[in-house]
């Protein structure tokens, strides 16, 4: 079991760069699990952003993302990081990270797949 930490929302302008970190508490390790991040809007469905496997591979996005993430693991740290670029306005959410046992190829960007999530960090882009 793993309990996850989110951490470097912000409120950016357009255009900003942002780098959120997951990190595991309690023991955890987390190159033990597949990490995805998901994101939240207000009045929306939670969206998958990216994931990354076991060892850093393999990593798929959304295709909003467009290259402008980055999900990376940082195993000295324990953490997942998020790379955020050229930050737009509909990027505004709540951003979780999630974990899973086993990621799967076919539904990675399902969140029913995880098997635990953090509390969420907020990421405000102004106009």
């Known amino acids: 079991q793993v309990q996850l930490v989110e951490s470097g929302g912000a409120l950016v302008q357009t255009g900003d760069s942002l780098r959120l970190s997951c990190a595991a508490s309690?023991?955890?390790?987390?190159?033990?699990?597949?990490v995805a991040w998901f994101r939240q809007a207000p009045g929306k469905e939670r969206e998958f952003v990216a994931v990354?496997?076991?060892?850093?591979?393999?990593?798929y996005y959304a295709n909003f993302v467009q290259g402008r993430f980055t999900a990376t693991p940082d195993t000295a740290e324990n953490t997942v990081i998020l790379q955020m670029t050229r930050l737009q306005p509909e990027d505004t959410a709540i951003y979780y990270c999630?974990?899973?046992?086993?990621?799967?190829?076919?539904?990675?960007?399902?969140?029913?797949?995880?098997?635990?999530w953090g509390q969420g960090t907020q990421v405000t882009v102004s106009s």
């Open positions: 309690s023991g955890g390790t987390l190159s033990n699990y597949a």
């Open positions: 999630a974990a899973a046992h086993t990621l799967s190829i076919v539904y990675y960007s399902d969140p029913s797949g995880y098997d635990y």
């Open positions: 990354v496997g076991h060892t850093g591979a393999p990593r």
